[in-house]
């Protein structure tokens, strides 16, 4: 198999994933028209993580989103499903094989986002960027970020969306569907797989309704903000505090 189906499969998925790893981010850089780098930019001052504070972010891949974590001075784990994606960002940064060690202020840490291998109320924020939507089980996995984030600490999840000019959301959509497979087929190593991305994006719920979803997992103070004509959305929530805290 090539690619995932929508049901999300996790071991579908993780090895879709490894099959893209080496040019995953190329593709991605490509595919967006290099708006992928801002929205990271976007995320990461969501997030504003400073000195001792500690970021989860979740289907980091390669580690490139998690880097602008670090730059601002906090430390960060770099969790992902996929063994290929984690291994090539380890050989990135100069080291090898893969064994939860720090790598260039980067802690890689295999792990599936409905069962996270850390403990409760450990995170200063969790992050995921174009990940949630890979997941079989949305409002479980926002449960468990939901566990291990520290009471008052932050979500930040940066996600394809749905464009708001009605107009644009037409052509969008025969973008994704007539143009990012061909041009896939160019830069990709498994051009199969973005057919996949092309269809779970179609299928993602729209801005109001994730945020529902975020509420219904227990975050309070839940907004967004629109990217690029709502291509894109940034969702922020807050872990409620102990009561009587």
Known sequence: ????????????????????ARRYDLV????????????????????DAGPGELVLDLAAGTGTSTDAFTALGARAIACDFSLGMLRT???????????GGGVRGVTFVAGDALHLPFADDVFDAVTISFGLRNVADTEEALREMLRVTRPGGKLVICEFSRPTPKSFDLVYSQYLMRMLPPV????????DSYVY??????????????????????WE??????LTLGVVALHRAIKPMAAGA
């Not at 198999?1 to 893209?20: I, N």
């Not at 991305?197 to 227990?218: K, V, Y």
């Not at 103070?221 to 629109?226: D, L, Y």
Request: proline share 3%; charged share 25%; no cysteine.
């Open 197 to 218: 991305l092309a269809e779970s994006i179609r299928a993602w719920p729209g801005q109001a309704a994730l945020a529902g979803t975020i509420r219904d997992a227990g």
């Open 184 to 191: 896939a087929r160019v830069v990709s190593t498994n051009p």
């Open 28 to 47: 991605n850089d490509v595919l967006s028209l290099g708006q992928v780098r801002q929205w990271r930019k976007v995320t990461a001052d969501a997030v």
């Open 221 to 226: 103070k839940v907004a967004w903000r629109n």
């Open 1 to 20: 198999m090539t690619r995932a189906s929508l049901d999300k499969q996790p071991r579908e998925v993780a090895a879709m994933f490894d099959r893209t």
């Open 89 to 99: 960002g380890v050989e990135r940064r100069g080291g090898s094989g893969l064994h």
